[in-house]
């Protein structure tokens, strides 16, 4: 009789055990018991974390599944060779810097993380030392837009009290809590394409990463849209950068490719649409870049080609200082700039056309006798304002005044001593347009 009494409280209990089961919990268990490379398709519903991946799996939700975190660590970290993470809203990861928190983060090589909507993070996809995964289509919203003014990327590693000093002034981030929407260290082999993100801190960070391909992400209200230090061999192409406080910032790296990329509507007191700062052996092709501050900053580079690339519309259009030697800038168009040009001396290291073909610019006269669509004068871009701009800002109101416009037109035919610019020799007729 005592031993009926017992299992029948015995099966009373296993419901009740039984009922405090989670759906995250089961989803876990599949995890666990799933075998290395299995499929495991997820229904719809909420599923709370942390998910910890440790064997090649692939991982994939049917619409309206969500796997939350508890607010603390990753909500799923990816530590094998091989996963796959498809189709999932993934939302609720810790906010510690120091731990680089993230809604992913992945440890393990070849991952695909791929058709994920992603928010409510500090970092949304985090590669550390996993080489060769690809990141695709994913949606990844951060908790603000970048609208106010940001530190200037060069100076970042000023001191506050030594920021003075400085010809850029360093102001506070107001971003310090966000983190980056895909964050690369330390790898190599990556596929990032597709991918929408806006609201985070920077939109994709490279750190020590090469032999990555970057295609057709649209990136805005963030702080850099590309955030990009000591990786070498990476292509960059047809990627939306727009309304951020710059668009992209490249510094002490060489060998890259960036072409037919937009960098537009990159706007505040400081903002760039594209900086490179030590860039070497590069090429810059076939670029938009409308609508910025600073259309293109260039400081300490070597041996770049700048070919074929819009830049229009800008406030400068080109900003490169004798720092910058042996590169090459010819087939730009530059229309509608303010200040087409901003340099800090003749700028004679550099060569401004290529086989006989220069660039187009507003002002140029435009004598072509022979018809081959290159003037048949050289042409003169001044800069007359130079480092006046920040140092007395006021001067701005001279833009494009008829005084301007007549030093200008006098410059283009009598060379006036002492005063920094280039020298185009070879003037394109007829502006060139992008494919």
């Not at 009290?161 to 260290?185: F, K, M, T, Y």
């Not at 597709?194 to 801190?201: A, E, H, K, M, Q």
Request: net charge neutral; with cysteine; glycine share 10%.
């Amino acid at each position: 009789m005592r031993r009926r009494v017992l299992a029948l409280l015995v099966a009373l209990a296993v419901p009740l055990l039984s009922s405090g089961e989670t759906a995250g919990d089961r989803l876990r268990t599949k995890i666990a018991g799933a075998a290395p490379g299995a499929v495991l398709r997820v229904e719809a519903g909420t599923y709370d974390g942390v998910f910890v991946i440790e064997k090649p799996l692939h991982l994939l939700g049917a619409p309206g599944a969500i796997l939350r975190g508890d607010k603390r660590g990753n909500v799923v970290a990816i530590r094998a060779p091989d996963v796959e993470i498809a189709g999932f809203v993934i939302r609720g990861s810790g906010r510690n810097l120091s731990t680089d928190d993230a809604a992913i983060h992945i440890t393990g090589a070849r991952a695909l993380i791929r058709d994920n909507r992603i928010s409510d993070m500090l970092h949304g996809i985090y590669v550390r030392k996993a080489n060769d995964c690809r990141i695709l289509r994913n949606v990844i919203i951060g908790d603000g837009a970048a609208n106010e003014a940001v530190a200037n990327p060069v100076m970042a590693g000023l001191k506050a009290g030594d920021a003075a000093s400085g010809e850029l002034c360093s102001v506070p981030d107001p971003q310090d809590r966000r983190g980056n929407g895909i964050h690369l260290w330390n790898s190599s082999g990556h596929l990032i394409a597709g991918n929408t993100i806006r609201g985070v801190r920077d939109g994709v960070y490279f750190s020590f990463t090469g032999h990555t391909l970057v295609r057709g992400n649209t990136i805005s209200q963030v702080r850099y849209g590309l955030h990009y230090m000591y990786s070498d061999e990476n292509v960059f192409e047809r990627n939306v950068f727009s309304d951020n406080a710059a668009g992209a910032a490249l510094m002490y790296s060489k060998k890259l490719v960036l072409r037919a990329n937009r960098f537009i509507s990159n706007r505040s007191h400081r903002a760039y649409g594209l900086l490179l700062q030590s860039i070497d052996d590069t090429r810059i092709e076939e670029n938009t870049i409308e609508g910025n501050t600073i259309g293109l900053f260039m400081e300490n580079g070597n041996n770049d080609t700048i070919r074929a690339n819009r830049i229009a519309g800008n406030y400068v259009g080109l900003r490169v200082g004798d720092s910058t030697s042996d590169s090459r800038f010819f087939e730009n168009t530059f229309t509608g700039n303010i200040h087409p040009l901003e340099t800090s001396g003749t700028n004679m290291a550099n060569l401004w056309a290529v086989a006989g073909r220069g660039n187009y610019w507003d002002d140029a006269v435009r004598l072509d006798l022979d018809r081959d669509g290159v003037a048949d004068l050289p042409h003169r871009e001044p800069d007359l304002f130079g480092a006046w701009r920040r140092t007395f800002p006021a001067i701005g109101l001279l833009s494009a005044s008829p005084g301007e416009r007549l030093l200008r037109l006098i410059h283009s035919r009598l060379a006036l001593p002492d005063l920094p610019g280039i020298t185009d020799p070879r003037p394109l007729a007829i502006a060139n347009v992008l494919p």
